[in-house]
């Protein structure tokens, strides 16, 4: 049976990939901070309350995979935050740090851990980037830049493990419904002076498709790069935001 880790998969988009998978019968890996999201996961996943951007808890994560499973065919470093919302003189230097850590540091961490893995396997990896990574992001410049920054490493990540068979893309989810974009909106409309309906209302006619996106879009284009029919898709930023037009409408 194929199996997979997933950092952050305790609830929104991490969860959502854990269900995909094991529709398509791999058994399932969540990590998370949220003990509480963890314990609502299927009994019949393996869960891990782990820092993703924590490196000795990483090690030891991988550890316990290795006794545990003894291989890994796909890993999905999820883990992110949404960082600070302000004009970026205003932004504070821990506020970046922490930004650049859970985003970024993280999905290093899980590359490094995971590449003898994977290299086994032949396996895949997918990193969860941003539509931030392609276009950049007013009031949002950690969030911004750790994004693009995953990107890079995706790149190269494609590059260093292909000759072994591994391949490596990215996920650049759009705006995604539910809490964690709930809070985005409330942040930005504050920072803008409107309301958190007019910010949703401006994400929606900035993509051609006028509707944000579900965690299932990400879920089902995440399952499909660690299968077998992509077996040839590697190096890839692939954008799952029906079409965004314009990066930052005007509210």
């Keep these: ?55 000795p808890g990483m090690a030891d994560l991988f550890d316990r995979i290795g ?35 859970v985003n970024l540091e993280s999905s290093f961490l899980t590359a490094k851990f995971a590449g003898p893995f994977l290299k086994h396997t032949k396996g895949a990896m997918v990193l969860t980037s941003s539509t931030a990574g392609i276009y950049g992001y007013p009031n949002r410049a950690p969030y911004a830049a750790a994004k693009w920054g995953v990107i890079g490493l995706m790149k ?27 809070g985005v909106m409330e942040r930005e409309a504050a920072a803008k002076g409107t309301t958190p309906q007019a910010i949703y209302d401006g994400y929606a006619a900035g993509v051609s498709m006028r509707s944000l996106v579900q965690a299932d879009d990400i879920a089902n284009m995440a399952q499909f790069l660690c299968s077998d029919e992509s077996r040839l898709v590697s190096g890839q930023v692939i954008a799952v935001d029906g079409h965004t037009e314009n990066p930052d409408p005007k509210v």
């Design 156 to 182: 190269t990540l494609a590059m260093e493990w292909g000759p072994s068979g591994v391949r490596v893309n990215a996920i650049c989810p759009g705006a995604v419904e539910g809490p964690r974009m709930d």
């Design 67 to 101: 006794s545990h499973w003894g291989h890994l065919d796909a890993v999905v470093a999820n883990a992110g935050i949404a960082g600070p919302t302000a004009m970026v003189e205003e932004v504070e230097l821990t506020d970046w740090q922490r930004c650049m850590a």
């Design 1 to 55: 049976m194929k199996t997979v880790l997933i950092t952050a998969g305790g609830s929104g988009i991490g969860h959502a990939m854990g269900r995909a998978f094991a529709a398509k019968g791999w058994q399932v890996w969540v990590t998370d901070i949220n003990v509480a999201a963890l314990a609502d996961c299927p009994d019949t996943w393996e869960k891990d309350a782990v820092d993703a951007a924590d490196a």
